[in-house]
Each structure stands twice: as C-alpha cells, then as structure tokens.
C-alpha cells in the first residue's frame, strides 16, 4: 500500500510512490482535471511526484483538492482552513495541514549528499556538533552513520524552516540555526531564525526511518 505514515494532530502523512504514473491518475475521480496539469511536465519522476502529494491530499482531507501557489511559490489551499506544506524525496512524497499559518515539512532519501554539501548550509557552531556527537571520522556504512544522519535532519530542518518562513533570499547559513540537541530516532529541537525582524524560534520534529529523515513544523 503507498500510503505510509499518517498523524492527526497535526494532519500528515507520507507516500511511497510504487505505482506508474498513469495508473496513480486513475485513483482520482475527476482525473481530467489532473491530467491536464500533468501532461504539462516532461519527466515520469516528476508527474509521478506530482500526482503522489495529490493523492496524499485526497487521503487526508478526504477530498481532491486543488492545490494553489504564490508568487513565492509556496503552496496553498482555496476555501480552506488549513495551511499546507508539501515535500517530496526519492520515491515518496509529504504533506501536513495545519491551521496555523505557517507550516512547514521536508523529507529527504537516507543518502551521504547533505553530509557532502554540509559547508554550503551548515555554521561553525553547528558543524562543531558533528565532533560533539559523532566524533571527527566517518566510519562504518554511510548512509547509516551518525554523521550522514545528523547532517540530512539539519538539512531537512532547515529546509522545513523555509518554507515556514515564506520569505525570498533566505541564507541557510545567515539565516537559519540549528540550537544544540541529543540526536534520537524521534524527537524535536529548536531552530531560531535571524531572517525576520522577530526572530522566531521554530520547535521541529524529526523522525528518522531506515530509508528516509523527515522533520516538521506545526
């Protein structure tokens, strides 16, 4: 079953995209509509990632909602009370509904790229983390090590931090902070953001599963 993760409060939930893209169209109802947009993108992968945040909409709220954007791109729903942000990774896709207005979600593939990509996201302070909790040396396999692992829930942090933010010209590292934590499979840990003249401290959740790293903000 796609369907593989679901929460109520807040409303969320997360699909594995197993299926083609042609028979993931079928599932709706009014699939002409669907198709219209669809055909639009060139790449298999990217209508089946489009069509799998859609069917996870559908699930949740129980009918198939359009989704809308701004300007600044970030997505919306008409005639809702529920905000909405979306994610998707290799072969899954993410939505949360909340009715506060600035949600925000992300998930990433279990991989070393964050790990890699680190000093182009990443302060000293918060790289200084990664000799506290795992020592200076990668060892073992990587895509498992805590390294590796550290690195994507920062990087997803950061990313769902974004998307609260809605804000253009947002610099990972000027910007976005990752407040010291004790890193778990599950959990939560702050975030401050020096982009806003508020200077708002987001509490993100994470869950961390063989194959993919997800964190959240209500």
Same mark, same amino acid.
């Given at each position: 079953?796609?369907?593989?993760?679901?929460?109520?409060?807040?409303?969320?939930?997360?699909?594995?995209?197993?299926?083609?893209?042609?028979? !993931?169209?079928?599932?709706?109802?009014?699939?002409?509509?669907?198709?219209?947009?669809?055909?639009?993108?060139?790449?298999?992968?990217?209508?089946?990632?489009?069509?799998?945040? @859609?069917?996870?909409?559908?699930?949740?709220?129980?009918?198939? #909602?359009?989704?809308?954007?701004?300007?600044?791109?970030?997505?919306? /729903?008409?005639?809702?009370?529920?905000?909405?942000?979306?994610?998707?990774?290799?072969?899954?896709?993410?939505?949360?509904?909340?009715?506060?207005?600035?949600?925000?979600?992300?998930?990433?593939? @279990?991989?070393?790229?964050?790990?890699?990509? @680190?000093?182009?996201?990443?302060?000293?302070?918060?790289?200084? !983390?990664? =000799? /506290?909790?795992?020592?200076?040396?990668?060892?073992?396999?990587?895509?498992?090590?805590?390294?590796? #692992?550290?690195?994507?829930?920062?990087?997803?942090?950061?990313?769902?931090?974004?998307?609260?933010?809605?804000?253009?010209?947002?610099?990972?590292?000027?910007?976005?902070?990752?407040?010291?934590? #004790?890193?778990?499979?599950?959990?939560?840990?702050?975030?401050?953001? #020096?982009? =806003?003249?508020?200077?708002?401290?987001?509490?993100?959740?994470?869950?961390?599963?063989?194959?993919?790293?997800?964190?959240?903000?209500?």
């Amino acid at each position: 079953m796609p369907l593989l993760l679901t929460r109520q409060s807040p409303v969320m939930g997360i699909w594995k995209s197993t299926e083609p893209w042609q028979d !993931m169209l079928e599932s709706f109802r009014n699939k002409e509509i669907y198709s219209h947009d669809v055909l639009k993108i060139q790449s298999d992968k990217r209508k089946q990632e489009w069509l799998a945040v @859609r069917l996870l909409l559908k699930h949740l709220s129980g009918s198939e #909602t359009p989704i809308s954007y701004h300007d600044n791109g970030a997505p919306f /729903l008409c005639d809702s009370p529920y905000h909405i942000s979306i994610s998707h990774t290799v072969g899954y896709a993410a939505v949360i509904l909340s009715k506060n207005p600035n949600p925000g979600i992300d998930i990433e593939y @279990r991989s070393e790229r964050a790990w890699k990509l @680190r000093h182009k996201y990443m302060g000293k302070k918060e790289q200084e !983390m990664f =000799t /506290l909790l795992c020592g200076d040396k990668q060892t073992g396999d990587e895509k498992h090590s805590g390294q590796t #692992t550290l690195a994507t829930v920062c990087w997803c942090a950061k990313e769902t931090a974004y998307k609260a933010l809605r804000k253009t010209e947002v610099d990972f590292i000027e910007h976005l902070h990752v407040l010291p934590f #004790t890193l778990f499979e599950k959990g939560n840990f702050l975030l401050k953001e #020096t982009k =806003t003249s508020k200077q708002e401290v987001f509490n993100i959740h994470y869950q961390i599963t063989e194959d993919f790293i997800i964190t959240w903000k209500e």
